[in-house]
């Protein structure tokens, strides 16, 4: 199954993704961390998350960008949870200099090869399309490759669901979610 989990900043969606993961998974499991932590916000978000997944069962991989290469360490996987998309594609675009549609191309098979590799993929993304401020060339340019990739894997995902206020609102895969209610 490839789920894909979206919401605002603060929304909830790691914590409906986490769940969803841990109720699908059948054995060995991964959390995908793409955050490269430069600054105390970015730590102290780092140290949340990983109390958030304490006693889950996950084994962590910090893979900020290059998830390629990285994809056949995760191979006996059952269960995979990256998050974040955002970050994974800010790491590619700034870290790696990677232009827009070299990025969307890179990202997008690389969750093909990550969604084939291990039964049960959950992908945690960002909503940040919801104000109308104008954004420099540099944001929006980012802001476009995130909606890009966010619809491609929305597409080819089994689940998708959007987290508003720790609500989950189910857009596809009702009936794959079946017998999970409970969790979303």
């Given at each position: 199954?490839l789920a894909?989990v979206s919401?605002?900043v603060a929304?909830?969606?790691?914590e409906?993704a986490?769940n969803?993961?841990?109720?699908l998974?059948?054995g ?5 961390a793409?955050?490269a932590?430069s ?8 140290v949340?998350h990983r ?18 290469d990285k994809?056949?360490v995760l191979?006996g ?6 998050e ?10 700034y870290?790696q200099e990677r ?6 191309d890179?990202i997008?098979?690389?969750?093909r090869?990550?969604?084939?590799t291990?039964?049960?993929t959950?992908?945690?993304?960002s ?7 104008a954004?420099?060339d540099?944001?929006?340019g980012?802001?476009?490759v ?6 491609a894997i929305?597409?080819a995902?089994d ?5 508003v206020?720790?609500?989950p609102l189910?857009h596809k ?12």
């Amino acid at each position: 199954m490839l789920a894909l989990v979206s919401g605002g900043v603060a929304s909830g969606k790691s914590e409906i993704a986490e769940n969803l993961a841990v109720s699908l998974n059948k054995g060995k499991m991964a959390y995908i961390a793409t955050m490269a932590a430069s600054d105390e916000e970015c730590c102290n978000r780092v140290v949340k998350h990983r109390r958030m997944r304490d006693g889950k069962g996950f084994d962590t991989f910090e893979f900020s960008y290059g998830l390629f290469d990285k994809i056949p360490v995760l191979s006996g996987c059952h269960t995979a949870l990256l998050e974040c998309m955002g970050n994974l594609i800010a790491n590619e675009m700034y870290l790696q200099e990677r232009s827009p549609q070299d990025t969307i191309d890179c990202i997008i098979n690389d969750i093909r090869l990550l969604s084939v590799t291990v039964p049960n993929t959950v992908i945690v993304t960002s909503t940040i399309f919801e104000d109308f401020k104008a954004y420099d060339d540099f944001t929006a340019g980012y802001i476009r490759v995130l909606a890009e990739i966010n619809s491609a894997i929305a597409a080819a995902a089994d689940v998708v669901i959007e987290s508003v206020c720790a609500i989950p609102l189910i857009h596809k895969g009702m009936k794959e979610l079946s017998g999970y209610e409970d969790l979303v």
